[in-house]
């Protein structure tokens, strides 16, 4: 889902739980380009790109609506046609390395 254009230190790992009800919100560091099916975003703090497929950028359209993980996968579920449990897996390892890489912030719902 994310490409990274530098190796992610992984310092703090969020709980599934906690990741599913959060609030998630971009950081306001954070440019986003759409070009076709992918998402380019870039790290104004750190200078890094990065590059989301897909699914990963209707789920980082998805975060203006102010929408918990959960809530985004069954929206992708329905939208996509495939099953709300494997898109929540998905869901879940991009919002884990989004907030590891300082793009995403969470607050609790």
Do not use: C
Not at 2 to 7: F, T, Y
Not at 49 to 68: D, H, T, V
Not at 82 to 108: F, K, R
Request: hydrophobic share 40%; no cysteine; net charge negative.
């Amino acid at each position: 889902m994310l490409s990274r254009s530098a190796n992610l230190k992984r310092e703090i790992e969020p709980s599934p739980d906690m990741l599913a009800q959060a609030v998630l919100s971009r950081s306001k560091d954070v440019i986003a380009q759409r070009i076709q099916d992918e998402t380019v975003l870039f790290d104004m703090r750190t200078g890094k790109y990065y590059s989301l497929n897909e699914l990963g950028s209707r789920a980082w359209e998805l975060l203006e609506e102010s929408l918990s993980p959960r809530e985004i996968a069954a929206r992708l579920a329905a939208e996509y046609d495939a099953p709300e449990e494997t898109i929540a897996e998905d869901i879940h390892s991009l919002t884990d390395e989004l907030m590891q890489a300082g793009l995403l912030v969470a607050s609790n719902a």
